[in-house]
C-alpha cells in the first residue's frame, strides 16, 4: 500500500510543479494546493498504515498491544488541512483582487511596480530623448 501511495506522491508533486511553471497565477494557486496536499499524504504515510488497530493505549497499560498507527502524524495532517485551505481562500481572493486591478492573469503582464524592459533601439531613443532636453 505505501508504494502506491508513493508513487501516487510522486505524481502529485510531478503535476504541482507542471502547474507551478506556467504563467498564469491561477494555475500557480491550483499547483501551490496540489503540492500541499501531496505534502500532507506524504506526512500521513510516514506515520504508518494500520488498519488492524487504532494507536489507543488500552486503560492500565503504558503501552500499546502490536504495531500501530502513530497519531501525531494524523493530528498535523488534519492542522495543516486546515492551514492550507485559509491559505487557498487568501491566496484566490489575492489573485481574484489582482485581476480586477490589473484586467490580467499572466504573471508577466503584471508589471505595475516596475516598467516593461525596454529593447535596444528604444532604449538609444530614450537616451537621446533625455540629452535632448
Do not use: C, W
Not at 497519531?71 to 489573485?95: D, E, K, M, S, Y
Amino acid at each position: 500500500m505505501e508504494s502506491v501511495l508513493a508513487l501516487l506522491i510522486g505524481l502529485m508533486v510531478a503535476a504541482s510543479v507542471y502547474l507551478m511553471l506556467a504563467r498564469n497565477v491561477l494555475r500557480f494557486l491550483f499547483g501551490l494546493v496540489l503540492l500541499s496536499n501531496a505534502a500532507n499524504l506524504t506526512i500521513f504515510v510516514s506515520g504508518r498504515l494500520t488498519a488492524a488497530m487504532p494507536p489507543l493505549v488500552p486503560k492500565g497499560m503504558t503501552e500499546p498491544v502490536g504495531v500501530v498507527a502513530n497519531a501525531l502524524p494524523q493530528a498535523l495532517v488534519l492542522t495543516a488541512i486546515v492551514i492550507g485551505f485559509g491559505l487557498f481562500a487568501f491566496a484566490l481572493v489575492l489573485v481574484y483582487r489582482g485581476y480586477l486591478a490589473l484586467g490580467t492573469l499572466d504573471s508577466d503582464a503584471m508589471r505595475h511596480a516596475e516598467p516593461a524592459p525596454q529593447s535596444g533601439g528604444q532604449k538609444a531613443q530614450a537616451k537621446a530623448e533625455g540629452e535632448a532636453s
